[in-house]
């Protein structure tokens, strides 16, 4: 099967990485400035292709 006929990976979406999710909360910090409040989630590999973008 050629690489453009291949489903595309249901988890990342064909994109190969998952990016990072971030998320504000002035709870988090108490200062109430908003810069030091966003937490992150770092980008990945997918998990499900291993960062092929398509299923084997």
């Known amino acids: 099967m050629t ?3 291949r ?4 988890t990342c979406q ?3 990485i998952i990016e990072g999710v971030c998320e504000t909360s002035s ?3 108490g200062s109430g400035d908003g810069a ?3 937490q992150c989630t770092p ?4 998990p499900t292709c291993n960062g ?3 299923e084997e």
């Open 36 to 38: 030091d409040d966003m």
């Open 14 to 16: 064909g994109k190969k």
């Open 27 to 29: 709870e988090w910090s």
């Open 3 to 5: 690489v453009e006929n």
């Open 7 to 10: 489903p595309p990976c249901p």
């Open 52 to 54: 092929k973008g398509y």
């Open 43 to 46: 980008d990945q590999t997918c």
